[in-house]
């Protein structure tokens, strides 16, 4: 499969509100007008990077991660968390997912950070999975979702 990574800027905020909405309803939630305007000020304000899968043959994304700068006061590196990482349901087990990973790592190495890091939920083990298999090692619990993170 053709797949193609493309950072979203500002401007094209809302070729990925239908996948944010959609990673909402994944946990059971749903406002598409808060998926338009959380990435467009996300991006306006400069707090996060978006990046969007696309299949060579459909200017529809398939999925998309939302990295969050991470800050430290014991360190000077801005690091990042991964905030939403979302493949559609029949693009998933392709390797999508581990693509927008591979991308936000090669982000964070490139900017300079000592690690990444997201959340998952304690029963998405096939989320779980992925992460490990990319080589994140879980820190932590708390309320419902696996902390984890990647030293990069």
């Given at each position: 499969?053709?797949?193609?990574?493309?950072?979203?800027?500002?401007?094209?905020?809302?070729?990925?509100?239908?996948?944010?909405?959609?990673?909402?309803?994944?946990?059971?939630?749903?406002?598409?007008?808060?998926?338009?305007?959380?990435?467009?000020?996300?991006?306006?304000?400069?707090?996060?990077?978006?990046?969007?899968?696309?299949?060579?043959?459909?200017?529809?994304?398939?999925?998309?991660?939302?990295?969050?700068?991470?800050?430290?006061?014991?360190?000077?590196?801005?690091?990042?968390?991964?905030?939403?990482?979302?493949?559609?349901?029949?693009?998933?087990?392709?390797?999508?997912?581990?693509?927008?990973?591979?991308?936000?790592?090669?982000?964070?190495?490139?900017?300079?950070?000592?690690?990444?890091?997201?959340?998952?939920?304690?029963?998405?083990?096939?989320?779980?999975?992925?992460?490990?298999?990319?080589?994140?090692?879980?820190?932590?619990?708390?309320s419902g979702y696996l902390?984890?993170?990647?030293?990069?």
């Open positions: 499969m053709d797949i193609e990574i493309k950072k979203i800027n500002f401007s094209e905020n809302e070729i990925v509100t239908e996948l944010f909405n959609k990673y909402q309803i994944f946990y059971k939630q749903s406002n598409i007008e808060l998926a338009k305007t959380y990435t467009k000020e996300r991006l306006e304000k400069n707090e996060a990077q978006i990046y969007a899968a696309f299949k060579k043959e459909n200017p529809n994304p398939v999925g998309f991660t939302l990295l969050y700068p991470k800050s430290s006061f014991v360190s000077t590196k801005k690091n990042w968390h991964i905030g939403y990482l979302f493949v559609e349901i029949d693009q998933r087990k392709k390797g999508i997912g581990q693509r927008l990973i591979n991308t936000a790592l090669n982000f964070a190495k490139n900017e300079g950070a000592n690690f990444i890091s997201l959340n998952t939920e304690t029963d998405n083990y096939p989320a779980q999975k992925l992460y490990e298999n990319i080589g994140f090692v879980k820190e932590g619990y708390f902390y984890y993170q990647l030293n990069l």
